[in-house]
């Protein structure tokens, strides 16, 4: 095998030491027989498109300039052939800017290329520097940021992965990075590639149209105690699972995590699942995009292949918050080789989005047939049971969802006791429900063809009550969420309410 490699601009968008991702490409290609060819392209020197993997660091502002207009005079069009073809772009701090579409200096535009949809600011507050910790879909990524300009992705632009630590794109957001197809953008210097081995590995498979594992182990020892280390510099600690060097394959998770302490999460989220209501209908709409911009959320796009054909069995956009919610609750806790199970599975978004994270054991229950046809059916187990009295072994999971089902008159002792038999002790059941503070009158009103509950406070005191007696516990204390309503920003059936979301543990 031969790798192709161009780097842009080597002599002047090459801060932070940067070029160690060249080095770390090439001693790891060398290390595994993979001819290595590199190509250095400079000012004034037409690029063609004849690479496998096109890298451009970051500069100083000036020297950022100079090349933004060259890129776009003499390379943009053999960049663009490239990333259509699948050929591996990374552009790192600078080189990310460049990517996008503009990078603004007060009065003064930079123009980028476009092949990321995203638009960079120099903001006049302090720059953004520090240790940083990322999780993508594959992986935890670590390293170190430093940069005045605040990128902001347009709606429908994937993140490359959820701050853990640090500043990312903007401060506020909680993404860092952006992603399409093969082509990648980051704020992360450290450098990036050697403090992030498995990354390494990733774009050389992609770039020679491989799987990771095709490349074969190395001895990564040096490589696993960098990137801990780095993470960490950054207050996040590698579990031991990481100890295990492969290759990291797309869509696998090549570490799980433990926060040491809580990272900064936009928006009142928080990394750990606890009690928390819906404060503001904004939240929704905040929580639908970052979904969709992590590729976990259709929006207005039939053919996704997270959204059914069949509008009927399309997710509501108005549980966007709590599936939020939830998904982070998993990924913080739940490893992607534990199993997850779905209580109320149709039009429920919870299962395709894990899927597309990379869970691989996952589980559907609905006595709805058209469950059986839900997105990834192929690979989600879905089946029409009743969830109260289910088929599965005891203890078999380690995290159990139910969004939006609690209020349409289920048997509360009943769920209660088939949640605390089918999760392992430790495990997580996260749940979503209608809930207003004062009661609100649903007598005689049915959803679904089903009875409906606005919950109020002490009746959601009682349904915690009831759980503890199945030995299922609250995490956190749920009193104050039941209290810190602001607003009424659900409308429905000629009632205003809120949602609550909840954790509860199973004792050992």
Not at 330 to 352: H, K, Q, Y
Request: glycine residues 10%.
């Amino acid at each position: 095998m031969i790798l192709r490699v161009c780097a842009l601009y080597p002599d002047l968008m090459n801060i932070y030491a940067d070029r160690g991702n060249l080095l770390m490409l090439e001693r790891r290609c060398a290390w595994r027989g993979i001819e290595w060819r590199l190509h250095e392209s400079g000012l004034g020197e037409p690029l063609r498109d004849e690479h496998d993997l096109y890298y451009i660091g970051g500069g100083q502002d000036g020297d950022q300039r100079r090349c933004a207009t060259d890129l776009l005079e003499h390379k943009a069009a053999a960049l663009r052939a490239a990333a259509a073809r699948g050929a591996v772009v990374l552009g790192v701090c600078g080189g990310y800017q460049l990517l996008g579409h503009s990078y603004e200096l007060g009065a003064e535009t930079i123009p980028g290329i476009g092949l990321l949809d995203v638009h960079t600011v120099r903001a006049n507050g302090p720059r953004l520097i520090g240790n940083v910790a990322v999780q993508s879909i594959e992986g935890t990524i670590a390293g170190f940021e430093n940069h005045g300009g605040r990128t902001e992705l347009a709606s429908g632009q994937e993140p490359l992965g959820r701050v853990l630590a640090g500043h990312g794109n903007d401060g506020h957001s909680g993404f860092e990075g952006a992603r399409r197809a093969n082509v990648i953008g980051t704020y992360v210097h450290g450098p990036l590639l050697p403090k992030n081995s498995w990354l390494c590995d990733l774009l050389t498979a992609r770039a020679l149209g491989v799987e990771p594992e095709a490349l074969g182990p190395l001895e990564d020892s040096l490589e696993r105690a960098a990137h801990a280390g780095a993470l960490a510099a950054a207050g996040v600690k590698a579990a031991p699972e990481q100890a295990q060097s492969r290759p990291a394959a797309a869509g696998s998770r090549d570490a799980q995590i433990e926060l040491r302490s809580e990272p900064p999460v936009p928006d009142g989220r928080a990394s750990q699942p606890s009690f928390t209501v819906l404060r503001r209908h904004e939240q929704i709409e905040l929580a639908r995009r970052r979904l969709m911009q992590r590729g976990l959320a259709a929006g207005d796009q039939p053919l996704h292949p997270i959204q059914s054909p069949d509008p009927a069995l399309r997710p509501d956009a108005i549980k966007s918050w709590d599936v939020e919610l939830a998904l982070d609750a998993i990924e913080a806790t739940v490893a992607r080789d534990e199993a997850v199970l779905d209580m109320g599975s149709i039009c429920c978004a919870i299962l395709p989005a894990l899927h597309r994270l990379g869970y691989e054991r996952l589980h559907g229950v609905d006595l709805d047939p058209r469950v059986l046809v839900m997105p990834f059916a192929d690979a989600i187990g879905y089946s029409t049971q009743d969830m109260t009295a289910t088929e599965f072994d005891d203890a078999s999971f380690s995290a159990i969802t139910s969004i939006s089902a609690l209020e349409h008159g289920l048997h509360s002792d009943a769920l209660w006791r088939e949640v605390a038999r089918l999760l392992r002790p430790g495990g997580i059941f996260l749940f979503s429900t209608d809930y207003w503070p004062e009661k609100i009158d649903t007598a005689g009103t049915m959803l679904f063809d089903l009875p409906w509950t606005i919950f109020d406070a002490q009746e959601i005191r009682s349904l915690i009550s009831d759980a503890a007696a199945h030995g299922l516990v609250p995490v956190g204390d749920p009193g104050p969420a039941l209290l810190a309503t602001e607003d009424r920003p659900v409308h429905f059936a000629d009632r205003e309410y809120t949602f609550l979301f909840g954790a509860l543990t199973r004792t050992a």
